[in-house]
T-cell receptor, first 114, second 114 residues
């Protein structure tokens, strides 16, 4: 059974700092890994999707990497801003499913202080 | 423009009183999902539709049902809500299954039980 872990559960940084969020998964047989952002009381906004054949994806100040062999992904946020404060979740879509069943981590809640 | 729309954003119901949550999509995606998310936890998949085929998760309580009258709409029915059903309910879509397609989420409906 796929398990997804995100550590730490919460992170607080000063504005302008570069930071890395971590996601680890137990089964490397995955289609893809997706990073989401969730603001309080809201749904999930997709940030980046990395297919299993890819090593990284970039969007603006965000860079997500994937290392299937070690079962790890990181989300790098450059020059953090208070508007980046949110919960960040990663989700993996395993290969051994024909049901599109992603497994989510519990998320890391990021606070960027002005 | 919102592509996955959930109504209402906030729903309050009484213990044991049936409630229906609504989701619509403009993406013409084949798959629609319903997730339950409790505070500081990962979204938990309740069920999904692939076109008209309904797929229930093994641990989804019988209290939860779903309907998909057409491609665009999907409903979550809770027949007799209990206090433990208070949560955020998230609807998501994907174009297809088993091909690593990204999921697109709505803003969620927060359900409170009195």
């Amino acid at each position: 059974k796929q398990e997804v872990t995100q550590i730490p559960a919460a992170l607080s940084v000063p504005e302008g700092e570069n930071l890395v969020l971590n996601c680890s998964f137990t089964d490397s047989a995955i289609y893809n890994l997706q990073w989401f952002r969730q603001d309080p009381g809201k749904g999930l906004t997709s940030l980046l999707l990395i297919q299993s054949s890819q090593r990284e994806q970039t969007s603006g100040r965000l860079n997500a990497s994937l290392d299937k062999s070690s079962g790890r992904s990181t989300l790098y946020i450059a020059a953090s801003q208070p508007g980046d404060s949110a919960t960040y979740l990663c989700a993996v879509l395993p290969l051994n499913t024909n049901a599109g069943k992603s497994t989510f981590g519990d998320g890391t809640t990021l606070t960027v202080k002005p | 423009d919102a592509m996955v729309i959930q109504n209402p954003r906030y729903q309050v119901t009484q213990f044991g009183k049936p409630v229906t949550l609504s989701c619509s999509q403009t993406l013409n995606h084949n798959v629609m999902y319903w997730y339950q998310q409790k505070s500081s936890q990962a979204p938990k998949l309740l069920f999904h539709y692939y076109d008209k085929d309904f797929n229930n998760e093994a641990d989804t309580p019988d209290n939860f049902q779903s309907r998909r009258p057409n491609t665009s709409f999907c409903f979550l029915d809770i027949r007799s809500p209990g206090l433990g059903d208070a949560a955020m309910y998230l609807c998501a879509t994907s174009r297809d299954l088993g091909e690593g397609q990204p999921q697109h989420f709505g803003d969620g409906t927060r359900l409170s039980i009195l």
